[in-house]
Every structure is written in C-alpha cells, then in structure tokens.
C-alpha cells in the first residue's frame, strides 16, 4: 500500500490543523494505522494510532486531548485532527500502516508502510 500524507502547515499557538493520509494500491481496512512525528535530530515520535475497523484508538500522552485520530475506509483515509496547538508540536507528520500488527502500542520500526511526511509548524 502507497501513503500520500497531506494538510500540514503553519498555524499560531492555539489553532487547528487537520491532516490526511491516503491510503492506495490496498484495501485500507485491512491495516492498522498510526501518526509519528519527527524533528532533526530526535527519533521519530509515536503520537497515535487506530485499529482497522476505527474502533480503538491509542494516543501518545502529549496528544491526548488535544488531537483525534479517525479513519474513513470508504475514502480509504485515515486522519489527524489537531487542536490547541504548541510550539512543541512543530514536526513532521509522517502516517504509517501495517497489514500484520495487531498492537496500537507498537513502535515506528514496526511499520512496513509509511507516507513522504508533512510539515506541521506551530509559531508563538
């Protein structure tokens, strides 16, 4: 399966931004999905994932309450809605999928499949 991530961009402390990721060459609802982050220099960074059906959803600590991950197997799309953002969001967003992984707590090494990535920058 191929991963076009989208909807990055800049935005002031406090606002929104919702992300895409576009899943093609397979059928979505047979991977689980999750959202890292990764800025130079640090490892990439888990910040959600959710089960296959949509379901169940896992969040890092620093995302909980302020994002929501929801996918749309129809659309084959999985999304990132982000709110009250902090300069320590700034990143970029990169969507993973795996057909095997039946965890939501599994890390980004256990991913096969993963988007170009999106800048999110969050300015004070």
């Known amino acids: 399966v191929q991963l076009q991530a989208c909807g990055g961009g800049l935005v002031q402390v406090g606002g929104s931004l919702g992300l895409s990721c576009a899943a093609s060459?397979?059928?979505?609802?047979?991977?689980?999905m999750a959202w890292f982050r990764q800025v130079p220099g640090k490892e990439r960074e888990y910040v959600a994932s959710i089960s296959r059906g949509g379901g169940s959803t896992d969040y890092a600590d620093s995302a909980k309450g302020r994002f929501t991950i929801f996918r749309d197997n129809a659309k084959n799309t999985m999304y990132l809605q982000m709110h009250s953002l902090r300069t320590e969001d700034t990143a970029v967003y990169f969507c993973?999928?795996?057909?095997?992984?039946?965890?939501?707590?599994?890390?980004?090494?256990?991913?096969?499949?993963w988007g170009q990535g999106t800048q999110v920058t969050v300015s004070s």
């Open positions: 993973a999928a795996d057909r095997f992984l039946r965890s939501l707590w599994s890390s980004s090494s256990e991913y096969h499949h």
């Open positions: 060459g397979g059928t979505c609802r047979d991977y689980q």
